[in-house]
C-alpha cells in the first residue's frame, strides 16, 4: 500500500464537496429524500438522525451516554482492536475501491452499515473512511464560529502553562453543538489511544493531528494554506495531548447511566431505526434507555473494579479471537477527567 504523497489531496476533495455548484438542476422528491437519507457531505446533526450509535463517557466514576455517527463508532471500534500495532495506521491508502464500497454501506439506508462484520476490509480501509466522513463534513468538528477563538490559545496566550491553556480550551468546548462535543471528546479519546503506541503505529501526535486536522477544525479561506494549516495543526495536538484533562462540560445536559444498565450487557445496534430517530438532548435525560439499548450476547464494557472505589475501565484492545463486530460491537467507552482521578490515586 501507498503512502499518500500529499495532505492537500483529503482537503481539496472536501472544498469540493462543499463548495459544490447550488445551481444544479433540480432534483426530484424521491432524488431529494434520498440526498436527505444520507450520511456522507450532510451537516453532522443530519447524519445522526440517520445513524446514531451511543457512546459511554465517564467523568469522575460519572457515567453518561452520548452520540456520534454510527460510521465514527465502528471505525473507532474495529480500530482500537485491530489497529494498535499497525504502523501508518492513519497514514497510509487502503484499497480505493473497498474504501469505496465501505462509504457505500455505511451511506444506505436502512441498516448504514450498524451489521459490518468487517471481512474482506483492512484497518487501512477503516481509517481511511473514517477521515473521509469527517473530511466529507460542510462544517468539521470544531465549528467555524470557533475557529478563530480555538486557535487564539495557541496563538495569542502569553501563558506557557498548559493548565490555563486547558482551562480556555475547556469553556471553549462548553461552547460547542452538544452533538459536536460528543464527536470531539470521542476523537480526543481515539487518537490519544494510538499516541500512545507511537513505538508501533509510528503515529505521534503531530502525525495524528496533521491527518485529522481537515475534519476536525479547518476553515474554507485557510484551506490551501501550509502556515493557516500548521497553525490549527497545533491546536489538534494540543487537544490530543491533554485529552485526558478535559472533564463534561456543565452547560451539557447528558444521560446517566442507571445501575441496572450497568449490571446487564448492552448494545446499540438498534438504537436508530424509523422508530427511534435521533433523540434531542432535553428528551435524552428522561428517556427510559431499556426499550433503546437492547440486551447482546457481548457482555458491557464497563468493568466495574472491587473495592470501596468504583471505577471504570477501558475495554481491552488487544484482537480478539471471535468477532467483535457486526450487531455484537461493544458499548465504547470515553474516560475524561483522567488527571484528577490520578492525582486521587496518587495521594
Known sequence: MDIESSKDTPI????????????????????????????????????LRCACAAIAYVDNDIQYVGFIPVIVAKCGSFLKDQGLYTEGVFRMSGSAKRIGQLQQI????????????????SVHDAANVLRRYLNYLPEPVIVHQLYQPFRDVILTSSSTD???????????????????QYLLFYLLDLLSLFSQNTQITKMDTFNLASVFTPGMLLNPEHALNPAQYKTSQRVIQFLVEHQHCFKM??????????QSQKDHPISYSHINTPNHPYPTHHQQKSMDWTGILTPSSRPLSVVMSPGKEQRVKRAKTM????????????LQIVQLNRAIIEADRNK
Open 319 to 330: 484482537p480478539s479471537r471471535r468477532s467483535r463486530y457486526g450487531p455484537n460491537d461493544p
Open 249 to 258: 462540560p456543565r452547560s451539557s445536559r447528558f444521560t446517566v447511566l442507571n
Open 162 to 180: 498548559d493548565e490555563e491553556k486547558v482551562s480556555q480550551f475547556q469553556n471553549l468546548i462548553e461552547q460547542l453543538p452538544e452533538h459536536h
Open 12 to 47: 481539496k476533495s472536501w472544498w469540493k464537496k462543499v463548495t459544490h455548484n447550488s445551481n444544479s438542476k433540480p432534483v426530484s422528491a424521491t432524488q431529494k429524500q434520498a440526498i436527505e437519507d444520507q450520511v456522507f457531505g450532510v451537516p453532522l446533526q443530519e447524519s
Open 106 to 121: 455505511f451511506n444506505s439506508p436502512p441498516d448504514y452499515g450498524r451489521q459490518l462484520d468487517w471481512k474482506g476490509y
